[in-house]
């Protein structure tokens, strides 16, 4: 079974532009929920969507957006970037929203860098 | 609010002796508790977690890890290490979003350099 895959993984913008990274889960796995990586902040939850619907929402600006496709295939959206945005953004599948059982399998993310 | 802090950002071993990395949480329920491995350009990989159903949860690659309510930690043990455990290691409890327990909050990491 292929794992979480993420497109593009690299991706190079400029101060102000907007940009759209793509996120598909492993086969059959109804959640997906993102993540940013940053030196300074570390690892953040941004937010999680399930049946096309977010259920979860991190302490990011109204920016950051995202959605779900009825395929369970996500996208998330920075617009007006900034510096700051430069970071990991990692996607992560689950099999069912919710539970304390609940695995996220991780994809290997997307490097943004704001010039 | 659920958090953790782990305990040091570098610990270095060598190869062949045992693996402790700390950490504490702090929860206002029970927990779910997870550590993470990330390696050099790779994903997150899952090594262990511990959901209640018992204190002493062993994962993957020879690690455990056990829980102590009572110092509210969850530290990661290896009895040997290799050297392909030379990696960023991360402490991490499920928070009770409003859309259940599927938002993860993360430590600040460790990083593990093994010598040879």
């Known amino acids: 079974k292929a794992g979480v895959t993420q497109t593009p993984r690299y991706l190079i913008k400029t101060r102000g532009q907007q940009v759209t990274l793509s996120c598909s889960p492993i086969?059959?796995?109804?959640?997906v929920s993102w993540y940013q990586q940053t030196p300074g902040q570390g690892l953040q939850f941004l937010f999680e969507?399930?049946?096309?619907?977010?259920?979860n929402k991190g302490n990011f600006p109204g920016r950051f957006s995202g959605r779900q496709f009825s395929n369970s295939r996500s996208e998330m959206n920075v617009s007006t970037l900034e510096l700051g945005d430069s970071a990991l953004y990692l996607c992560?599948?689950?099999?069912?929203?919710?539970?304390?059982?609940?695995?996220?399998?991780f994809g290997p993310g997307t490097r943004l860098t704001v010039l | 609010a659920q958090s953790v802090t782990q305990l040091d950002s570098h610990v270095s071993v060598s190869e062949g002796t045992p693996v402790l990395l700390r950490c504490n949480y702090s929860?206002?329920?029970?927990?779910?508790l997870f550590w993470y491995v990330q390696h050099p350009n790779k994903g997150l990989q899952l090594l262990l977690k511990?959901?209640?159903?018992?204190?002493l949860v062993k994962g993957i690659n020879g690690f455990e890890a056990e829980f102590k309510k009572s110092e509210t930690s969850f530290h990661l043990t290896k009895p040997s290490a290799h050297m392909s455990d030379a990696a960023e290691y991360f402490c991490v409890v499920s928070d009770k979003g409003s859309g259940g327990y599927n938002k993860l909050i993360f430590g600040a990491g460790t990083r593990l350099a093994v010598h040879p």
């Open positions: 511990y959901t209640s159903a018992a204190t």
């Open positions: 086969s059959g796995h109804r959640s």
């Open positions: 969507y399930f049946s096309e619907t977010q259920r």
């Open positions: 929860s206002s329920y029970s927990p779910s």
């Open positions: 992560a599948s689950t099999l069912q929203q919710g539970g304390v059982n609940n695995e996220q399998f």
